[in-house]
């Protein structure tokens, strides 16, 4: 198993501005991914964090938006740019082997006003 | 597209009776489906998984089947706790480096 540790675990934003969002696992995993849960709904992956190399997005999602980062194999960043209130969500990493199971962290909760 | 959904949005239960979820996957190529818990203000735990060369796993008090035929996936949880009451999200991971894709989830009210 891992622990995924994510921070901040809440803020509150004014629109317009960039918020970064770390996540650091406890062991290696080979996979991470970053997921958006909106207010009462399901997750949605945001995009696949590469080890040293840039991350690979799912339809809807853009880098400039939402650069991630992924030095090594045990913490990567996501950073909403430009804010606006629709982007207030909860923000959840995740990791994994690619074999099976994911295990995520507790998410960051972001409000933009 | 690509889809994991549920048949019900919300389930009630009696503590004590048993409970199923369940969950409609549309990629007949995923070999990888798994059940998460999520309690509120908290990330999904994982509950029980099940690999597409199996069609029924057994946990402690859960039980996962599923039926590739109709791509049906379900859930059952016995005796069901109020510490169960949750929202229930079933995803698949269709082998595309490990990705899950998620199913809208059911929010599961256990009643004293």
């Known amino acids: 198993s891992a622990v995924i540790s994510q921070k901040p675990s809440r803020d509150i934003c004014q629109r317009g501005t960039s918020l970064t969002i770390q996540c650091q696992v406890d062991?290696?995993?080979?996979?991470m991914f970053w997921y958006r849960q909106q207010p009462g709904q399901s997750l949605t992956l945001i995009a696949t964090?590469?080890?040293?190399?840039?991350?690979?997005?799912e339809s809807g999602f853009v880098i400039d938006k939402f650069p991630i980062s992924r030095p090594n194999l045990t913490f990567s960043t996501l950073t909403v740019s430009n804010m606006s209130p629709e982007d207030s969500s909860i923000y959840l990493c995740?990791?994994?082997?690619?074999?099976?199971?994911?295990?995520f962290g507790e998410g960051s909760r972001l409000t933009v006003l | 597209g690509e889809s994991v959904g549920l048949h019900l949005p919300t389930l009630s239960v009696q503590e004590g009776d048993n409970s199923i979820i369940n969950c409609a996957y549309s990629?007949?190529?995923?070999?990888?489906f798994i059940w998460y818990k999520q309690e509120s203000g908290k990330g999904p735990q994982f509950i029980i998984d099940?690999?597409?060369?199996?069609d029924k796993r057994q946990g402690q008090r859960v039980t996962v089947l599923l039926n590739k035929t109709v791509k049906h996936l379900s859930l059952q949880i016995a005796a069901t706790q109020p510490g169960d009451s949750a929202v229930y999200f079933c995803?698949?991971?269709?082998?595309?480096?490990?990705?899950?894709?998620f199913g809208q989830g059911t929010e599961l009210s256990v009643k004293p």
């Open positions: 995803a698949e991971n269709n082998g595309q480096g490990g990705k899950l894709i």
């Open positions: 062991s290696q995993v080979t996979m």
């Open positions: 995740s990791g994994g082997q690619g074999t099976g199971e994911l295990f």
């Open positions: 964090a590469n080890q040293g190399s840039e991350a690979t997005y």
């Open positions: 099940i690999r597409s060369n199996m």
């Open positions: 990629n007949s190529a995923s070999d990888y």
